[in-house]
DNA sequence: TTTTTGTCTTTTATCCACAATAGACAGTTT
DNA sequence: AAACTGTCTATTGTGGATAAAAGACAAAAA
């Protein structure tokens, strides 16, 4: 096979959604713009709805027939984008047993093992060396860096650089910026989530990224803002596996950010810092608590 | 065909200026270390220095016959790796002719014009990206960001806060360690190219790429030191198109850098600031001053 | 006139094949 | 015993083929 359809299946998915909302779909291009797929994609989704009767389809008419059932969806696993696949695979190999720091990584047994060609692990593998955990020795093989302490004290190293001068242009935005009105949405959420933290504390990672990435936007430099990659994703297959005491370093950290956003309102550069560092403190300490 | 074999030409060029020097080739595994290749690439050429009857070789014995003679050579054209020519021949493109911000980029057309395939120019992008100057559409095409004065502004804002933390922890050195040797070659260089300006100014661009690179790599932090790659390609291009005073601007710079070599010598950080910061200062006026 | 559709072309994502290169192992020489 | 060579296998680098997806353009409809 060449390319794989998860495009389609992930578009039709989400176009069956929308036929619980209507009884008449829109234009083939409208409908691409809501989808985010191109027209060509939309006519094959449109084609595959007709076959499945779940609409009536002649040119501009497409009315809906009956509303989805279950067995109409595409299965969830096959419409992951295979680079997705890739990285999960990946991860779990390097996080999970027998990954020593300096292992060799193969490409054709990564392949293998994965069920798919080279050619997209090899790329996966040049995307991903820029986050320091891989290196390549060229005609030759992969070696793992691993992560080890050394590589989460660099990486923690830079971070903090970055956000302090980040969190330092936030304070200087124009009262008008919208990056205000996402402030204040995310710090909405922080007071929803601690006031039912027991059920929800689960939610902290995604916020969390969205917090810092956020401020790190602010600092309008594309190396800062591209820097917050790896930091995402260290912290995501971080917390995958470290879940350890999380309903409390959630908290704790949710505490920390609301003390930060408020040091952004007050304007007032020193305390921004002061509230910056401390919680970027424990955020390493957390981060390092985790290895070995 | 399927893989180059520019690893074997240039092996083998290399090799031919090895028999000027004795009457018998070593063993395969020691020639293979000195040459950084393979004994699968040794045999190789020995195998084709036995056919051009260079040497005569049975076994352990390796005799050489006669000197090399220019023709013996391949030409230096091949040796180059595809990636390197890939690389030269996009810069060409997006900083020679009509290479306007938002640009498509087209792998294909990309490739045809290079006369290659269309995997290694897709790999090549994928590296290249990591410097901030593309941008993938996935499923799409590329858009080229373009060297514009925000770009530039972006990589020396990150440059200065790397560079400055970099050379805190060089004065911090402990006076045994093995960058101080390499500080005082540094700094014996840059006399002796400074004492005749005149001949040899251009050779300041490989010297400042050393000497920055020793500064950052004292860091220890593989983030710090990775960021240098995208410093050196950035201003070996642009030393390639801005030439206007070169001598001038090559001089002031070697002056600022032996005042920061010396500040980083006395060991006070305060100094070590001053004289850094001067230096980076102008190094982004340089820059700034070759866009538009 | 503006938007939509039908049709067609171009480009990307992916697999596969094959030469170049690396690397492993056993037998041979020093 | 240690190092080297002969031989063989495994892996990487690269071009080519093909389905999926994007996108261009003219004709049709609003």
Redesign the interface.
């Known amino acids: 096979m060449a390319k794989q359809n998860t495009?389609f299946k992930d578009a039709f998915n989400r176009c069956l959604k929308l036929l619980a909302e209507t009884a008449t779909l829109p234009s083939e291009p409208e409908l691409g713009t809501t989808l985010g797929v191109s027209r060509t994609t939309i006519r094959a989704i449109l084609t595959r709805m007709e076959e499945l009767q779940l609409i009536a389809w002649d040119k501009r008419t497409k009315v809906v027939l009956r509303q989805p059932k279950p067995e109409d969806y595409f299965p969830v696993a096959e419409t992951d984008s295979l680079s997705d696949i890739i990285e999960r695979s990946f991860m779990r190999r390097i996080l999970a047993g027998g990954a020593e720091p300096g292992m060799q990584i193969n490409e054709l047994e990564l392949a293998r093992d994965i069920g798919t060609g080279t050619?997209s692990v090899?790329?996966f593998l040049?995307?991903f060396s820029?986050f320091?955990l891989i290196e390549k020795r060229p005609?030759s093989h992969w070696i793992l860096k691993g992560f080890t302490r050394e590589?989460a004290l660099?990486?923690t190293?830079?971070r903090e650089?970055?956000e302090l001068?980040s969190a330092a242009s936030f304070v200087a935005l124009p009262p008008d910026h919208p990056a205000w009105g996402d402030l204040d949405r995310i710090e909405a959420l922080h007071h929803e989530i601690l006031a039912d933290i027991d059920n929800r504390y689960k939610e902290f990672s995604e916020l969390d990224e969205r917090f810092h990435l956020l401020v790190h936007t602010s600092s309008?430099?594309?190396?800062?803002v591209?820097?917050y990659d790896?930091i995402t994703i260290v912290f995501h297959y971080h917390y995958q596996w470290n879940k350890a005491n999380a309903r409390e370093r959630n908290a704790r950290a949710l505490e920390e950010h609301l003390d930060y956003i408020a040091a952004l309102r007050s304007g007032d550069p020193a305390r921004v810092e002061i509230a910056c560092r401390a919680h970027l403190k424990s955020a390493r300490e957390t981060l390092l608590q985790s290895i070995q």
């Open positions: 495009v050619t090899r790329e040049i995307r820029r320091g005609n590589f660099e990486l190293e830079v650089m970055f001068r309008s430099n594309r190396f800062i591209d820097f790896i």
